[in-house]
T-cell receptor, first 113, second 120 residues
Framework: AQKVTQAQTEISVVEKEDVTLDCVYE???????LFWYKQPPSGELVFLIR????DEQNEISGRYSWNFQKSTSSFNFTITASQVVDSAVYFC??????????WGAGTKLIIKP | DTAVSQTPKYLVTQMGNDKSIKCEQN?????MYWYKQDSKKFLKIMFS???????INETVPNRFSPKSPDKAHLNLHINSLELGDSAVYFC???????????????????FGPGTRLLVL
């Protein structure tokens, strides 16, 4: 069965520290997609990135970077030089073959000033 | 321009009432979804429509009924509201289903702002 595990329920760091949010997935599909979403305290769900299973290149977007490793079934998200505005719940999700996204439980990230 | 909009944003009502939440997307997407997010932030898919056709219908009480008058709208009607229905309901849309890859969801889902439902 497909599954997404975000083992870190909550992470708290001081501003400017780097932080990595872990995402481990299980799937039998050979083709799949992985996603990260951000849910700030205001409540909306904001799309951050989509990655397909054939592309293991790491992605960098400003202070955000993603490390996709099929060998370990992981798709980890790193924020460099964290800022208070990064405080949010972050969700990792996996596509399945039934037209659905399988969602992780989310990691609450607290950035302290 | 709001891509995916929901109304109302907040909904406070009494047990037993019937209420509706409306969703509209102006992205030209073919597929729309309803999710429920509980107090622990867990996201659960409820329904999905592709071009007005129901494609996902998870184990949801039949008090919940989605309606898609056209592919830009997906409304959620809830009958006989119960305390346990209190949650945040999100509407989402995506461009469509990736027919080339036989059902694997490729398209990114874009979410509305959510409707916070409180049943008293």
């Amino acid at each position: 069965a497909q599954k997404v595990t975000q083992a870190q329920t909550e992470i708290s760091v001081v501003e400017k520290e780097d932080v990595t949010l872990d995402c481990v997935y299980e799937t039998r599909d050979t083709t799949y997609y992985l996603f990260w979403y951000k849910q700030p305290p205001s409540g909306e769900l904001v799309f951050l990135i989509r990655r397909n299973s054939f592309d293991e290149q790491n992605e960098i977007s400003g202070r955000y970077s993603w490390n996709f490793q099929k060998s370990t079934s992981s798709f980890n998200f790193t924020i460099t030089a964290s800022q208070v505005v990064d405080s949010a719940v972050y969700f990792c999700a996996l596509s399945d073959s039934n037209y659905q996204l399988i969602w992780g439980a989310g990691t609450k990230l607290i950035i302290k000033p | 321009d709001t891509a995916v909009s929901q109304t109302p944003k907040y909904l406070v009502t009494q047990m037993g009432n019937d209420k509706s939440i409306k969703c509209e997307q102006n992205l030209g997407h073919d597929t729309m979804y309803w999710y429920k997010q509980d107090s622990k932030k867990f996201l659960k898919i409820m329904f999905s429509y592709n071009n007005k056709e129901l494609i996902i219908n998870e184990t949801v009480p039949n008090r919940f009924s989605p309606k898609s008058p056209d592919k830009a709208h997906l409304n959620l009607h809830i009958n006989s509201l119960e305390l346990g229905d209190s949650a945040v309901y999100f509407c989402a849309s995506s461009q469509g289903l990736d027919r080339g890859l036989a059902g694997v969801v490729e398209e990114t889902q874009y979410f509305g702002p959510g409707t916070r439902l409180l049943v008293l």
